[in-house]
């Protein structure tokens, strides 16, 4: 069966860093999201994409965050200045249909 | 505002007992319901979805769902629960439709004892 995957697993970086999160989505999908979870919070969207533009973003996704699908199949989050509030759980999902498909994420950690 | 809320945090309980996770949402319009499951060490994974048609869904590993319109809840249930089921699940919402953002509840670790 298809699947979401994410590289890296885990991602250590320093403050002020610029971090690039992975991901490959199911092959047929059309729509693109990521989604974050902070330790013992809620899972809270980020961003979409579709048609190669950014569809919806949260107040999140602010001018330290980019998203790009660089080729066919890749699709990456890019936090140019990281801050220690932005370590997290990062998930990538798709989706073709009503139902999205997530990938296993990428834990950052931000020292 | 959209807000969904899952009441329960924490919740143990012993193999064969029944489970119910409470989910309230509230959204302006039509919505798509979903439960989502985490095992432990593993990514979030679809249990069962609620589109439109019959309120009672039915999803994986015996679980199912009911959409109760006027009380704007999807509880989750499964009348006979296994060590396996040890996991932490999440209640999500999106407006029909749409193939739009996901909004999550705080979800719910479930553990259950041998």
């Known amino acids: 069966e298809p699947e979401v995957t994410q590289t890296p697993s885990h991602q250590v970086t320093q403050m002020g860093q610029e971090v690039i999160l992975r991901c490959v989505p199911i092959?047929?999908?059309?729509?693109f999201y990521w989604y974050r979870q902070i330790l013992g919070q809620k899972v809270e969207f980020l961003v979409s994409f579709y048609n190669n533009e950014i569809s919806e973003k949260s107040e999140i996704f602010d001018d330290q965050f980019s998203v790009e699908r660089p080729d066919g199949s890749n699709f990456t989050l890019k936090i140019r200045s990281t801050k220690l509030e932005d370590s997290a759980m990062y998930f990538c999902?798709?989706?073709?249909?009503?139902?999205?498909?997530f990938g296993p994420g990428t834990r950052l950690l931000v020292l | 505002a959209q807000s969904v809320s899952q009441h329960n945090h924490h919740v143990i309980l012993s193999e064969a007992a029944s489970l119910e996770l409470g989910c309230n949402y509230s959204?302006?319009?039509?919505?798509?319901l979903f439960w989502y499951v985490q095992y432990p060490g593993q990514h979030l994974q679809l249990l069962l979805k609620y589109f439109s048609g019959d309120p009672l869904v039915k999803g994986i590993k015996g679980f199912e769902a009911e959409f109760i319109k006027s009380k704007f809840s999807f509880n989750l249930r499964k009348p006979s629960v296994q060590w396996s089921d040890t996991a932490e699940y999440f209640c999500?919402?999106?407006?029909?439709?749409?193939?739009?953002?996901?909004?999550f509840g705080a979800g719910t670790q479930v553990v259950v004892t041998p």
């Open positions: 999500a919402v999106n407006a029909a439709d749409s193939w739009g953002k996901l909004q």
């Open positions: 959204y302006g319009g039509t919505v798509n």
């Open positions: 092959s047929n999908h059309l729509y």
């Open positions: 999902a798709s989706n073709s249909g009503e139902t999205q498909y």
